[in-house]
């Protein structure tokens, strides 16, 4: 069974500063591309960021673009997101999704990142 476990969010001040973080299990991590998307209140569903297998490659929304990194641990199974220059706009659920835009996409509980002064 797939599982998606985020952590690492919270409460903070707009300029602060937050590390998500995604441990998977259930399939073989390092074959997969991985995502994080967020959805704020009342709103769908957004693409944050994505990266590929061996994390060559990254994307990023231009929303977030210089201000968040993407990374992944393919030994710990864990992909990561590190939130910097935080705004109010950037206040959601967070989570890590696999097979984001198909069919077969999963993802996690997710965590909640609340920026306010």
């Known amino acids: 069974e797939v599982q998606l476990v985020e952590s690492g969010g919270g409460l903070v001040q707009p300029g602060g500063s937050l590390r998500l973080s995604c441990t998977a299990s259930?399939?073989?991590?390092?074959?997969?591309?991985m995502n994080w998307v967020r959805q704020a209140p009342g709103k769908g569903f957004e693409r944050v960021s994505g990266i590929s297998e061996g994390g060559t490659n990254t994307y990023y929304a231009d929303s977030v673009k210089g201000r968040f990194t993407i990374s992944r641990d393919n030994a710990k199974n864990t992909l990561y997101l590190q939130l910097n220059s935080l705004k109010t706009e950037d206040t959601a659920i967070y989570y890590c999704?696999?097979?984001?835009?198909?069919?077969?996409?999963?993802r996690g509980q997710g965590t909640q990142v609340t920026v306010s002064a």
């Open positions: 999704a696999k097979n984001w835009g198909s069919p077969t996409m999963t």
């Open positions: 259930g399939f073989t991590f390092r074959l997969y591309p």
